[in-house]
């Protein structure tokens, strides 16, 4: 190409002739076009077209060239786009470059050491004589405006760049993934995996949907009335301009679809492209994708995803299985998305282009974070703000939806309020009257009954017939399971059962519960979040404020009974084999010191707030960001962000949690079958979501050396699919369970 201009090319076609090869220029051109078009959400339209432009320009070379034609040399042909951003935005150009040279291997550091070369090291590399066609070809400006009407925040500038450089990475790679996929379907004649435009309902479509569910709802019951009251107060303030809002309403006062319907409501006003549900656990992310589904009714299958932390995506895996499976993975073009804390708050701090494709999705969305009170302490600042920054650059509006609101609003020293530092500001609350609400919907009374054994413990809990008992490990809902076993309707719960297990025992308690007949549930705290079930009385391990105020959200739910018949009994462990780990006996001993101080209702708003500030006032602003992010892009500049450092760091769980499939059912061995056969993945991870247990790195690895799980086709899909081959190790009454002989020995490590 060097002698003269010809076409340069950006994708070959094996055993095809060049002029069936994808033409360089309209590759970046095309990029170029719907990554600016992706940003146009946030305003930063113009500097992802340019990112678009330039993302392969590496590809105007020989060397380039001469690989598509077989040569077995690799070419980096990224840092050519991002050496030419910084020397025509010598400023914004590091936008721009980042994003650029991280396109395929992921976000470097901007300076020293990480997991990948530094963009400092790759812009200084060797690289292969550009050809100065691309000039000819790419409308690359002279010039770049910043996003039009950003909004700095006074301590956190470094942290706003770098959460922009990874929205316009999203941009970049999704973009450069859907070009590439759509002209490779085109020649080989492939259905394209992704939904084009209009071939999913628009939020408006799902309006009436909703209305009708909600028109069939009867306000015969007091607490229907109040139900019917929140919902027509939280929809009536859709109009309010978009940003942060709260969302505080007690457990059972129809929260769920109140901020569903709200937020329907408020995007259509509003122009916002979707509505992203972000759900604390796992176990309950399917739950409220059911009830969603139900509640817009033709529309529910087309417009609702999930999209669980369901299958490791491991950067050491060999780059056959990463790219298989990254291939597969959803970039939340739904109008609905229900997903987990942990899927989102990462992808938020994410380096790889598989986690963050899906980011720009976020901008110009509702975003309603589900029990907020359950964000991880060690990165809650980090959290909140991200969720600020959302709200405060990216034209998203964010509901903090909850029955136990955390303290996180800033303080106002104007008005004399203690608040969160580096909290949230200008936070409307939606509900009517919140203090009022806890009034009206006070359903039970709380009690401490002391320190209780486990003989004690049994023998309150054989005496009720309807009784629910929530515990703080695993290890003991299975004793007191096995304790009560031979008494009917015993039943238990824990994430050591897969979902389609778990809604199988639910189905059954629920069933049991309206027929009145025995049925006595030993739970893990799972059963807090959201799920519906209405015991006469909760026994409640000691745990922080909000839990106990969850645990008594399952109690009386529905208000049948008194409020005085109706109690939540708070517990000590008598037991030493059930102490709870160090953190959890601080929440307990924050709620104590609370419950001394406080003469009303443990559960009123008055006395949740003070739990809160005690517990962040206890855990001081550090360890509020334990690994000091925060403090590390503080100190950064826009030639040294830290963006793999970042990624590596931040984590919502501290213990790494591996996906094993559990052929629990004939729908199940059906999808390990297809899994086992077909090619592709489209909408077999879907259907796996269902059977997995997600079990600690330690255990994973004892399993697999006592050959309980195998890998399905492993040199095609790595470790990304481990089934349980030895089903002798799943119980039908607990879930996965390590008491079989074969794998006693590793009995200690998974719990």
């Not at 400092?120 to 690359?140: F, G, S, T, Y």
Request: hydrophobic residues 45%; glycine residues 6%.
């Amino acid at each position: 190409m060097s002698d003269g201009v010809g076409v340069f090319y950006a994708h070959s076609v094996e055993g095809a002739a060049e002029p069936a090869w994808q033409a360089l220029s309209e590759h970046l051109l095309s990029v170029g076009e719907m990554a600016s078009g992706f940003a146009r959400a946030f305003g930063g339209d113009k500097l992802a077209a340019c990112a678009g432009f330039l993302h392969d320009l590496g590809k105007y070379t020989d060397e380039f060239q001469a690989r598509l034609k077989g040569s077995p040399e690799r070419v980096d042909h990224s840092t050519w786009g991002a050496r030419i951003a910084l020397e025509r935005y010598p400023t914004l150009g590091y936008l721009l470059a980042y994003a650029i040279a991280g396109h395929h291997a992921g976000l470097a550091n901007g300076k020293g050491e990480g997991r990948r070369a530094s963009l400092q090291e790759r812009l200084v590399a060797d690289l292969p004589k550009l050809h100065p066609q691309w000039q000819d070809e790419l409308p690359v400006p002279a010039a770049l405006p910043m996003v039009p009407g950003f909004s700095p925040h006074r301590e956190r500038g470094m942290f706003q760049m770098a959460f922009l450089v990874r929205m316009l990475f999203s941009c970049l790679v999704d973009a450069d993934f859907l070009d590439t996929e759509a002209f490779y379907n085109r020649v080989e004649g492939r259905t394209a995996l992704r939904h084009e435009p209009g071939m999913r309902p628009t939020l408006a479509d799902l309006k009436p949907a909703l209305d009708l569910h909600l028109a069939g709802f009867r306000a015969d019951r007091p607490v229907n009335q109040i139900r019917a009251e929140i919902l027509q107060h939280v929809r009536a303030q859709a109009d309010l301009k978009p940003g942060l809002f709260s969302l505080t309403v007690p457990t059972g006062g129809g929260k769920t679809l109140a901020s569903l319907a709200f937020a329907l409501d408020h995007a259509i006003r509003h122009g916002q492209q979707r509505v992203i549900f972000v759900i604390p656990f796992t176990s309950i992310v399917e739950q409220n994708a059911a009830v969603f589904r139900q509640a817009l009714g033709p529309w529910g299958e087309s417009s609702v995803l999930e999209h669980h932390s369901a299958f490791a995506d491991d950067p050491r895996d060999s780059k056959e299985a990463r790219d298989k499976v990254r291939l597969a993975m959803e970039n939340w073009d739904a109008p609905i998305i229900v997903t987990t804390a942990v899927q989102f708050f990462e992808s938020l701090f994410a380096d790889r282009p598989s986690k963050c494709r899906k980011l720009h999705h976020i901008a110009n969305s509702v975003v309603i974070l589900d029990e907020a009170q359950t964000m991880p302490l060690k990165v809650l600042r980090p959290c909140v703000a991200a969720l600020d920054e959302l709200a405060r650059n990216y034209r998203s509006s964010v509901v903090l939806c909850t029955a136990t609101q955390p303290a996180l609003k800033a303080p106002d020293v104007a008005a004399d309020l203690e608040g969160f530092e580096g909290g949230l500001e200008n936070v409307r609350e939606l509900a009517p009257e919140p203090a009022r609400l806890f009034e009206q919907l006070k359903r039970v009374t709380v009690r401490h009954v002391g320190a209780l054994d486990d003989s004690d413990l049994l023998n309150q809990l054989r005496e009720r017939e309807q009784v629910l008992c929530i515990v703080n490990n695993r290890r003991h809902a299975r004793a007191l399971h096995q304790g009560m076993a031979d008494l009917s309707g015993t039943y238990h719960l824990t994430t050591l059962m897969c979902a389609a297990h778990r809604s199988q025992v639910l189905a059954t308690v629920r069933e049991a519960l309206k027929q009145g007949q025995p049925c006595r549930l030993v739970s893990t705290a799972l059963i807090e979040a959201g799920v519906d079930v209405a015991f006469p009385t909760v026994y409640r391990a000691e745990a922080g404020l909000d839990s106990i105020a969850q645990a008594a959200g399952r109690c009386n739910r529905e208000g049948r009974w008194a409020a005085k018949d109706s109690e939540v009994r708070i517990f000590a462990n008598a037991n030493d084999d059930w102490k709870a780990p160090p953190e959890l006996r601080q929440f307990a001993d924050v709620t104590r010191e609370v419950l001394r101080n406080h003469e009303g209702d443990p559960l009123d708003p008055v006395a949740i707030e003070r739990y809160f500030k005690l517990l962040y006032w206890q855990k001081g602003d550090e360890a509020l960001d334990a690994l000091n992010l925060l403090g590390l892009l503080k100190k950064a500049k826009i030639d040294s962000l830290p963006m793999d450092t970042l990624a590596e760091q931040f984590k919502m769980i501290d213990s790494v949690q591996m996906p094993v499939i559990i052929p629990f059912d004939d729908e199940a061995r059906s999808a390990i079958r297809d899994l086992q056969f077909v090619d592709g993945l489209q909408g077999i991870s879907r259907r796996l979501q269902r059977y997995l247990v997600q079990v600690p790195k330690h255990g994973f690895d004892a399993l697999r050396k006592a050959g309980a799980i195998e890998a399905v086709r492993p040199k095609e899909w790595g470790d990304q699919f481990m089934v349980l081959a030895n089903e002798s190790l799943y119980d039908p009454d607990v879930g996965l369970s390590w008491d079989n002989p074969v794998f006693i020995a590793a009995s200690a490590l998974v719990i």
